[in-house]
């Protein structure tokens, strides 16, 4: 086991229509979320430019396997978006287990009273929030990082 690594780390929640983005605290405690990019335009490029600004050491994005574990078209849709990213950031782009992340932001923002309808807004950011609390939770309990590294792909999206 090697020990806990300091800095700040990128969650990602990769949407069809949108993005979600959170960030971690530097000695990778607490995720908050950070803002929604939307799918349309330059979404790797915004998150590259997020990475640089809060000087993140790592990104990890969420993995959306079914509960089996085994692949589906966001899985699919995922990876591709992870691999674009890893080519635009000079920083290592993890892949984490994010089962059930969503789902688990929709039962967060009900319990604060919040409609599906008028979260959609936020829900992104706040399942990126629960995949990345998820990853440094297993990081901190591991001794290793969550999930495998990305290998870079094709040109950013």
Do not use: C, W
Not at 11 to 32: C, E, F, H, K, M
Request: hydrophobic share 40%; charged share 25%.
């Amino acid at each position: 086991m090697t020990e806990f690594r300091r800095g700040i780390r990128l969650g990602i929640d990769v949407g069809r229509a949108r993005v979600g983005v959170a960030r971690s605290d530097p000695d990778g405690v607490l995720a908050v979320p950070v803002e929604t990019v939307p799918r349309k335009g330059e979404p790797v490029r915004r998150i590259a430019a997020l990475a640089a600004e809060y000087e993140a050491f790592e990104v990890l994005v969420g993995l959306p396997l079914n509960l089996r574990g085994e692949d589906t078209p966001s899985t699919t849709d995922a990876r591709r978006f992870a691999e674009q990213l890893a080519s635009a950031v000079p920083i290592p782009v993890r892949l984490v287990d994010e089962r059930l992340s969503t789902v688990s932001a929709h039962g967060v923002l009900r319990e604060a009273g919040r409609s599906q309808r008028d979260s959609r807004s936020i829900v992104d950011q706040v399942a990126a929030v629960v995949l990345l609390q998820q990853a440094l939770d297993v990081e901190r309990q591991s001794g290793e990082p969550a999930g495998p590294a990305v290998s870079p792909g094709q040109e950013p999206a």
